[in-house]
């Protein structure tokens, strides 16, 4: 069993920045692929990015919407993965979800293993 705890959301204008968090108990870290989502009001829930891991080497993937302007990153003695996010728009307003699963795929596509309760994120313009 895996626990994800979102911290970081709030309000910021356009072009201001905003970095979330997510604490990851449960499970060794880095065995699980990890990634954010997004759900804006009325939409269907989105990809936003990801990292996982194999042997030696760090994956990162974007959405093309976030590419350049966010960014994923860890902090492997805490357990815990950032989205840094710069560049804010209004339309990044939404709740963000952090996700955790031993798939990358499977995560990518939307259908991880573990989800966070979710923080929002409001840009106004």
């Known amino acids: 069993q895996v626990q994800l705890v979102e911290s970081g959301g709030g309000l910021v204008q356009a072009g201001g920045s905003l970095r979330l968090s997510c604490a990851a108990s449960g499970r060794t870290f880095r065995s699980y692929a990890m990634g954010w989502f997004r759900q804006a009001p009325g939409k269907e829930r989105e990809f936003v990015t990801a990292i996982s891991w194999s042997g030696l080497s760090t994956y990162y993937y974007y959405a093309d919407s976030v590419k350049g302007r966010f960014t994923i990153s860890t902090d492997n003695a805490k357990n815990t993965v950032y989205l840094q996010m710069n560049s804010l728009k209004p339309e990044d307003t939404a709740v963000y979800y952090c996700?955790?699963?031993?798939?990358?795929?499977?995560?990518?596509?939307?259908?991880?293993?573990?989800w966070g309760q979710g923080t929002q994120v409001t840009v106004s313009s």
């Open positions: 996700a955790a699963g031993p798939i990358s795929q499977r995560l990518r596509n939307g259908t991880p293993d573990y």
